[in-house]
Structure formats: structure tokens, C-alpha cells
T-cell receptor
Framework: EAGVAQSPRYKIIEKRQSVAFWCNPI?????LYWYQQILGQGPKLLIQ????????DSQLPKDRFSAERLKGVDSTLKIQPAKLEDSAVYLC????????????FGPGTRLTVT | GENVEQHPSTLSVQEGDSAVIKCTYS??????FPWYKQELGKRPQLIID?????GEKKDQRIAVTLNKTAKHFSLHITETQPEDSAVYFC???????????FGAGTRLTVKP
């Protein structure tokens, strides 16, 4: 089966610019997650969707980060404006449903903010 | 919310030796504990997991133990091989919301 797809794989922007990341989960997976992984740290959950509804966005810096999953399939994560500390790998993951445990990760987008 | 601590941050072993990585969690409602392996520049991959109704689970050279009373769980790798070298993350989540919290990771190096 096809895995979680993400694009772009790499992005370099200057601070105060905007950037968007795209994720396509495994077909049929209702739950989608966005994580931020700063170098040398574990992934940190930013937002969790169940179909097109937000389940948890308590760790999302809402003044600059936004995410949507309009049709309950693909999702986009946006940062506007970016700060230096946003440099990280942004991982998307999906699971079959909210109460199913196994999460499958995409390859990630490495963001560098200069 | 849940807080997961992981030790050690780095671990170096000789090929063939065993490696043990330990994690503690804070939320007694957590009932699912996966371990992920992440090679350099690659995505985290699930290698083994354990649920709260089980104390131990084994898959070939990898085993995980869980002590719910003490709120800690451990990953054991026996007969380590150079290809086991990677960063390993533990995580914890609770039923119903799958709100996964990760440890900071352990960089395992297996020397040939």
C-alpha cells in the first residue's frame, strides 16, 4: 500500500516569509497528525484531525501556524510569518481512526528559516 | 498533559551486546506505548508497541516491558547489529484520542 506522502521535501525561506506544506495520508485513514521535530528532539504534536475536524491543536502556535483538512483527505500546514525557531522537520502521520493506535509517518519536510 | 522522559540520550554498545533504553511517563491514563526507530534523514518507523493490559512483548531480538505501577517502560535489543544504529523514540498515548507524546530520543551506536 502507498505510504503517507508529503511535499516539498525541503524548503529554505527567510524569516517573516510564509510557507505551506502538503500531506496526503494513507488511503482510508481518517486521522491525520502534524508533528514538528526540531533537530535532536522527539516529534512534537502540533495538530490532530479526525476527518476534516480538529481533535487537538493545543500545541499549535496559532498566531503564526494554521492547518486545514477541508475534504477529510489531504491537509496543508502553513506558517505565516516564519521565525528562525521554526526551522525543523515537519512530519505528517496518519492512522486508520482516532482510537486506532498505529501511526504511519511520511518522509517529512525539512524547513530552514534564515 | 502527558510528559515522557527517555534515558539515556546516547548509548554505544559493541556488536552482539544488549541495549536497554528506558522511558517514564506521567499520565496514568496512558495505555499505549510504541517505540519508533529513526535513521538519519528518514521517517520514524514503528518497531514494536505494547498496550497497558500486557507486561511484556517480544519480537525476535526486540522486547518491550511495561510497569504500569511505576509508570515506566523499556526497550531491550539483544544481539545488537550495526544496522540497529539509529535514534530510538519512545512514546505514550491514551485511549480514544491517540494524542501521542514522544520522548527526546536515544542515539544508539553499535560498533562492529
Amino acid at each position: 500500500e502507498a505510504g503517507v506522502a508529503q511535499s516539498p521535501r525541503y524548503k529554505i525561506i527567510e524569516k517573516r516569509q510564509s510557507v505551506a506544506f502538503w500531506c496526503n495520508p494513507i488511503s482510508g485513514h481518517a486521522t491525520l497528525y502534524w508533528y514538528q521535530q526540531i533537530l535532536g528532539q522527539g516529534p512534537k504534536l502540533l495538530i490532530q484531525f479526525q476527518n476534516n475536524g480538529v481533535v487537538d491543536d493545543s500545541q499549535l502556535p496559532k498566531d503564526r501556524f494554521s492547518a486545514e483538512r477541508l475534504k477529510g483527505v489531504d491537509s496543508t500546514l502553513k506558517i505565516q510569518p516564519a521565525k528562525l525557531e521554526d526551522s525543523a522537520v515537519y512530519l505528517c502521520a496518519s492512522s486508520l481512526r482516532l482510537a486506532s493506535y498505529e501511526q504511519y509517518f511520511g518522509p517529512g519536510t525539512r524547513l530552514t528559516v534564515t | 498533559g502527558e510528559n515522557v522522559e527517555q534515558h539515556p540520550s546516547t548509548l554505544s554498545v559493541q556488536e552482539g551486546d544488549s541495549a536497554v533504553i528506558k522511558c517514564t511517563y506521567s499520565d496514568s491514563a496512558s495505555n499505549y506505548f510504541p517505540w519508533y526507530k529513526q535513521e538519519l534523514g528518514k521517517r520514524p518507523q514503528l518497531i514494536i508497541d505494547i498496550r497497558s493490559n500486557v507486561g511484556e512483548k517480544k519480537d525476535q531480538r526486540i522486547a518491550v516491558t511495561l510497569n504500569k505501577t511505576a509508570k515506566h517502560f523499556s526497550l531491550h535489543i539483544t544481539e545488537t547489529q550495526p544496522e540497529d544504529s539509529a535514534v530510538y523514540f519512545c512514546a505514550a498515548s491514551s485511549i480514544g484520542n491517540n494524542d501521542m507524546r514522544f520522548g527526546a530520543g536515544t542515539r544508539l551506536t553499535v560498533k562492529p
